[in-house]
Nanobody, 125 residues
Framework: QLQLVESGGGLVQSGGSLTLSCTAS????????IGWFRQAPGKEREDISC????????RYADSVKGRFTVFRDSAKNTVYLQMNSLKPEDTAIYYC??????????????????WGQGIQVTVSS
């Protein structure tokens, strides 16, 4: 059973950077597509990015394009979300998720099988 744990969140000033990690246990991530999502208070969950099992970045939301980068480290069984030029509107709980179906990860999130518990990112102005 695949389990995902996010880490690296916290408080950062506007314009700063954070790198979130999504570390897997119970199985290797190599056969899974990975998605990053976030949910701010009072708002719906927003998909940020999805990456396929081979590590090719598939897409980014317009709200983060050019500022966020997703990459995988197979040796560490971890996927990262590097966030630069952070803005107060990036404040949210961030989640990683995995599925062997890229379509689910990128377009049909309710079907995703595996989710992390989420981690808070707060960007102060």
């Amino acid at each position: 059973q695949l389990q995902l744990v996010e880490s690296g969140g916290g408080l950062v000033q506007s314009g700063g950077s954070l790198t979130l990690s999504c570390t897997a246990s119970g199985s290797t991530l190599e056969s899974y597509a990975i998605g990053w999502f976030r949910q701010a208070p009072g708002k719906e969950r927003e998909d940020i990015s999805c990456i396929n099992s081979s590590g090719g970045s598939f897409r980014y939301a317009d709200s983060v394009k050019g500022r966020f980068t997703v990459f995988r480290d197979s040796a560490k069984n971890t996927v990262y979300l590097q966030m630069n030029s952070l803005k107060p509107e990036d404040t949210a709980i961030y989640y990683c998720a995995a599925d062997d179906n890229l379509g689910y990860v990128c377009y049909d999130h309710i079907r995703i099988h595996y989710w992390g518990q989420g981690i808070q990112v707060t960007v102060s102005s």
